[in-house]
């Protein structure tokens, strides 16, 4: 298999996926409705503007240069993609870069079509394609449903500042796009040597 084969395979596999598990929870599931699968794996339907861990800012506006600042991104990921290509560097970079692409991709198509293919009820699941919908292009939301409370308790009161409050690791939801994300940037620097080589080394 070729490097573009390789890295064209991953985009499309990342982001089928992707969109398959957003799209089947957000018509399967109500916002907020939660399945617990283990006591530290569960399936918790949530929905944010775009922001890692679910922060906002700007409202409208803010969501709406997000989401152009990720395509802009988006570019300049796709550039990085063929240049290594190119150089034939090792299948690892290739998956990792892929990855980060189809992950940023991925929720960007939440971004921009999420608030106009599906309607938006209350207490109900959405459905996908309505007739109406009282969305907007570029102003969907990001579907998140991975939680993964792995424990849950009170923290030591000797530790500062947080000692004896309520904790709970891993607190934040994720989708497949994000661990996407996370995997690409993992795989960046387990072969760092490959994906960011000295100049010496491209001298040799």
């Known amino acids: ?16 996926v992707d969109q398959i598990i957003k799209i089947y929870v957000k018509t399967n599931f109500i916002l907020g409705e939660e399945v617990v699968v283990f006591d530290w794996f ?56 892929s990855l980060i692409f189809s992950g940023a991709v991925g929720n960007i198509i939440d971004s921009i079509f999420y ?6 009820p209350r207490h109900k699941v959405a459905t996908l394609f309505p007739e109406t919908t009282d969305g907007k292009l570029f102003f969907g939301k990001v579907v998140d449903m991975f939680y993964f409370p792995i424990w849950e308790g009170i923290l030591p009161e000797w530790l500062p500042f947080v000692g004896g409050e309520s904790y709970t690791f891993f607190q934040y939801i994720f989708n497949p796009a994000d661990a ?25």
């Open 115 to 120: 608030g106009v293919i599906f309607n938006h």
């Open 42 to 97: 569960r399936i918790h339907f949530t929905e944010n503007n775009g922001m890692a861990m679910g922060f906002e800012f700007g409202g409208d506006a803010g969501k709406l240069f997000l989401t152009l600042f990720r395509i802009v991104a988006v570019g300049a990921i796709i550039y990085w993609l063929t240049q290594n290509i190119k150089k034939k560097v090792h299948n690892a970079v290739i998956v990792a870069i």
């Open 1 to 16: 298999m070729s490097k573009k084969t390789l890295a064209i395979a991953t985009i499309l596999i990342a982001i089928v």
């Open 180 to 204: 996407f994300i996370s995997i690409g940037v993992a795989l960046l620097f387990i072969f760092s040597k490959q994906a960011f080589p000295k100049e010496e080394e491209i001298a040799e």
